[in-house]
């Protein structure tokens, strides 16, 4: 089976592997670009980038109601913890670990990770996935950071990037992005959502093809792409 990989609008994705369905950063209620409601997603795991609310989102909702495993910080898991969540496995950055369906590493990210009752939520973090036989770099929230070069060197199938300025890298650094990570595909996120972070992405895409060698793919809300 492909991994299918949809995005659900803002930085969330659905990741359905043969053993699991993977879900990112779950900000669908209040998210006026989001695919699904949040009361519709199935999940067996959640990954949680960073304590904001457009990434949070509907994490403890979606896990009480399904069971799910949330993969976070440490920081993180303890205020799921509080909220009454107890399927957690807590990692840090730099850490991987190797779950039934494939083994998730958290990168660092360049960013803030506040969480919505303003409790410390440790540092925020990008995803590294290695599932079937591919893997996925999923940014999350972060400005431009030259170790992405290092990550890239894990050999990157698909790049997942925010272009969306003004909270994360924008088109430009997210070009510069791509020039060190050299993916074979990458994909924008974390734009149009809100007023503040309109783009173009059809016209970033273009620049990709035409100044990296990645192959870009805009993706509408609830749209997939297959890695196989
Ligand atoms: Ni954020
Ligand atoms: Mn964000």
């Not at 660092?108 to 409790?119: R, T, V």
């Amino acid at each position: 089976m492909a991994l299918k990989v949809t995005w659900l609008g803002h930085a969330c994705f659905l990741i359905e592997t043969e053993k699991a369905k993977i879900l990112i950063d779950p900000f669908l209620t209040g998210n006026p670009l989001s695919a699904v409601k949040a009361d519709d997603v199935e999940a067996d795991y959640i990954l949680v980038s960073h304590g904001h609310g457009d990434h949070l989102g509907d994490t403890v909702e979606i896990a009480k109601r399904t069971g799910a495993m949330i993969i976070s910080n440490f920081e993180i898991q303890n205020w799921l913890a509080d909220q009454g969540v107890e399927t957690v496995h807590p990692q840090h950055i730099g850490g991987g670990f190797d779950y039934p369906w494939g083994r998730v590493k958290l990168t660092i990210a360049h960013h803030g990770s506040s969480l919505p009752d303003g409790s410390y939520g440790g540092n925020p973090c990008g995803f590294l996935l290695y599932i079937q036989g591919k893997k996925i770099y999923h940014a999350c929230d972060t400005g431009l950071f030259y170790d992405m070069k290092l990550i890239g060197e894990e050999g990157i199938d698909l790049a997942i990037l925010p272009i969306g300025d003004n909270f994360t890298m924008g088109p430009d650094d997210a070009i510069r992005a791509i020039k060190l990570i050299e993916p074979v595909q990458v994909v924008p996120i974390h734009y149009d959502t809100f007023e503040v972070i309109k783009q173009d992405p059809n016209a970033w895409a273009q620049r990709v093809g035409q100044e990296t060698s990645a192959n870009p793919t805009v993706l509408q809300p609830g749209e997939s792409i297959e890695l196989s």
